[in-house]
């Protein structure tokens, strides 16, 4: 089985510049996370989709970010415009049958130059 | 408040050794799940295992074995004759029944095994 798919893998931008992560969950998973990691803060949960609905965006850092998920199979993290402080490895995350568990994408590496 | 506590940042054993990473919780749910990733060189994150509240059973695959006590709220991985490929950072989590957030996980800030040849 496919595990969640995560585009692109790499991103480089210049400030100011949108960026759109992109995220394909596991078939049949009902819960979507966005996390990002950095070395001073360490995994950070930014918000979290149940049946493509927003549940908690408490961890979204400004309005800068937005997320979204038009069905269950695709999710988007926007960041406009974009930041040095923003680069960090976002991660996408999936759950379902498996009560709690969370599986883990390959992650996005984003630089913000 | 939900807190995890990796006290080890990191840790160096050679190969062969056996090693223990350590994991503290705090939780005020009566019902929570806890959990152990690893993070490989290469990046991603890898479910290793789920154990709930009530379930205070150790548990062994293969190499790896986990020791769960709640009435010291750790929640232990032993790796037994480490590998080279066990070197990652190695994260604990924990997920419980507040305010219907029950999917929201808190991971501990992760440990830096290293295994040398």
């Known amino acids: 089985d496919a595990g969640v798919i995560q585009s692109p893998r790499h991103e480089v931008t210049e400030m100011g510049q949108e960026v759109t992560l992109r995220c394909k969950p596991i078939?049949?998973?009902?819960?979507l996370f966005w996390y990002r990691q950095t070395m001073m803060r360490g995994l950070e949960l930014l918000i979290y989709f149940n049946n493509n609905v927003p549940i908690d965006d408490s961890g979204m850092p400004e309005d800068r970010f937005s997320a979204k998920m038009p069905n269950a199979s695709f999710s988007t993290l926007k960041i406009q415009p974009s930041e040095p402080r923003d680069s960090a490895v976002y991660f996408c995350?999936?759950?379902?049958?498996?009560?709690?568990?969370?599986?883990f994408g390959p992650g996005t590496r984003l630089t913000v130059l | 408040a939900q807190k995890v506590t990796q006290a080890q940042t990191e840790i160096s054993v050679v190969e062969k050794e056996d090693v223990t990473l350590d994991c503290v919780y705090e939780?005020?749910?009566?019902?929570?799940?806890l959990f152990w990733y690893k993070q490989p060189p290469s990046g991603e994150l890898v479910f290793l295992i789920r154990r709930n509240s009530f379930d205070e059973q150790n548990e062994i695959s293969g190499r790896y074995s986990w020791n769960f006590q709640k009435s010291t709220s750790s929640f232990n991985f032993t790796i037994t004759a480490s590998q080279v490929v066990d070197s990652a950072v190695y994260f604990c989590a924990l997920t419980g029944y507040s305010g219907g957030s029950n999917y929201k996980l808190t991971f501990g800030k992760g440990t830096l095994l290293t295994v040398n040849p």
């Open positions: 078939s049949g998973h009902d819960y």
């Open positions: 939780t005020r749910d009566t019902t929570y799940y």
């Open positions: 995350a999936s759950g379902g049958p498996e009560r709690y568990t969370q599986y």
